[in-house]
C-alpha cells in the first residue's frame, strides 16, 4: 500500500484501547490462528505503531477499519501479519533433535523409504531450513543415497524473503561447528555469512499458511513444527496436528516440536517416541481413521480437505505458492 500523502499526525497520544485490542486479537486469531493472550496489548500497540507510522494513520482503531473494510491490499494484511508472529530462531536450534535424526531417523527411513521428504513447517528466516540440509546431506552421503528434498514454509513474506537470500550473522549462527560454517557459507559484507548458492539451490522456500494452504507433499516423511505451536491455543493445535499434520504425514512418519512444547493430553493421532529422548512423536497406525474425524477438518463432497477456517483446499499432491 502506498503511504498517504500529507503530514503525518502526532501518535504520542495513539493508545491501543481493550475493546480494539479485543478486535485485533480476533482479526489475528482468524487470520493466523494465533492465539494472542491477554496481556499482550503493550506488545500489539508497539508491534502495529510502525504501520500506523507508514500509514499516517491516527489511531489504533482507524488501522482496525483498514485491514478489514473492504480496502485492504494483500501486501498491507502480509505487513499486519509479519508485525504480529514472532520470528525467533537460529542454526542448530535444540540440537538432539538433529541428533536424533542423523543418527536413528534418517538411517532407518534411507533403508526403507525410496525416498525422504522433510517439511519444515513455520519455518521463519530459514535457519531450521538450512540446518536440515547440512544434516540431511551429511547422513545421506554417509548411506550413500540419494539427499532429502526440502521445504520451508511461513505465513509471513518478510521471512521467507530472508530465508531465500540466506544471509546471517553472528547470533544466528553461533551454533555452527567452524568446519561447517567453512563448508556451506560464504563471507559477504559487514561480518555476516550467507548459505552457499549450491546449497540454497537444494532447499524450497514458499509463503503457506498452515490453515488455509494445502499441506507441501501427501506423504510428508518428516515435519518439523518447531516452536509454532506454542502461539496456538489448544482447539487450533487440535486442528493442526490431528486435522492437517496426521493427513500430511506418511504413515511411518516422524513430526518434531519445540522442546516446550507437548502433544500429550491431546492427540489421537501421534505418540511419543520416547526412546528418541527429544520431542520427537510417530503417526499411529490408525491415525488416518482418525485424522478424518478430528475437530476442525471436514472433508468436501469430493473428498478433499475443508481446512479449519471453512475454505474449501485442495487435498495436498504437488507444492505450490500459497497465499495469505
Ligand atoms: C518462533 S518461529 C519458529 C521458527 C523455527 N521453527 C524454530 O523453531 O526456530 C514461529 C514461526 O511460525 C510462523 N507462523 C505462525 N502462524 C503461522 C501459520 N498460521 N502458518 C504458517 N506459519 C505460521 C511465524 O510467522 C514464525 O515465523
Known sequence: MNTPPGP???????????????????LIYQ?????????????????????????????????YSLLTAGRCSD???????????????????????FTALSTTILPELFRTQGRVRIWSAGCSTGEEVYTLRIVADQA??????????????????????????????????????????????????????QVSAEARARVEFRV????????????????????????FDKPTQTKLVDGIFARAIHPDGYLFIGHSESLSGFTKCFTYASALKAPIYRRKK??????????????????????????????????????L
Open 75 to 97: 501486501a498491507e494484511m502480509a505487513q499486519f501479519i509479519d508485525a504480529v508472529s514472532t520470528n525467533e530462531t537460529y542454526f542448530f536450534r535444540e540440537g538432539n533433535h
Open 140 to 193: 545421506a552421503r554417509a548411506a550413500g543415497v540419494r539427499e532429502p528434498e526440502i521445504v520451508g514454509t511461513d505465513i509471513s513474506t518478510t521471512v521467507i524473503s530472508r530465508a531465500r537470500g540466506g544471509i546471517y550473522k553472528d547470533r544466528a549462527l553461533r551454533l555452527v561447528p567452524p568446519e561447517l560454517l567453512k563448508t556451506y557459507f560464504v563471507p559477504v559484507d559487514n561480518g555476516a555469512f
Open 208 to 231: 503457506h499458511n498452515l490453515f488455509t494452504d494445502p499441506p507441501p507433499w501427501e506423504g510428508v516423511n518428516i515435519i518439523f513444527c518447531r516452536n509454532v505451536m506454542i502461539y
Open 8 to 26: 503525518a499526525p502526532v501518535l504520542a497520544g495513539a493508545t491501543l484501547a481493550q475493546d480494539t485490542f479485543d478486535k485485533f486479537r480476533a
Open 31 to 63: 487470520k493466523t490462528g494465533i492465539h494472542m493472550r491477554e496481556g499482550k496489548q503493550i506488545l500489539i500497540a508497539n508491534r502495529l505503531r510502525k504501520r500506523l507510522v507508514h500509514l499516517k494513520l491516527a489511531s489504533y482503531e482507524e488501522y
Open 286 to 323: 490408525d491415525a488416518a481413521a482418525v485424522a478424518r474425524d478430528a475437530p476442525g477438518v471436514t472433508l468436501d463432497a469430493a473428498g478433499a480437505v475443508r481446512d479449519v477456517f471453512g475454505t474449501a483446499k485442495g487435498a495436498g499432491g504437488t507444492a505450490r505458492e500459497g497465499t
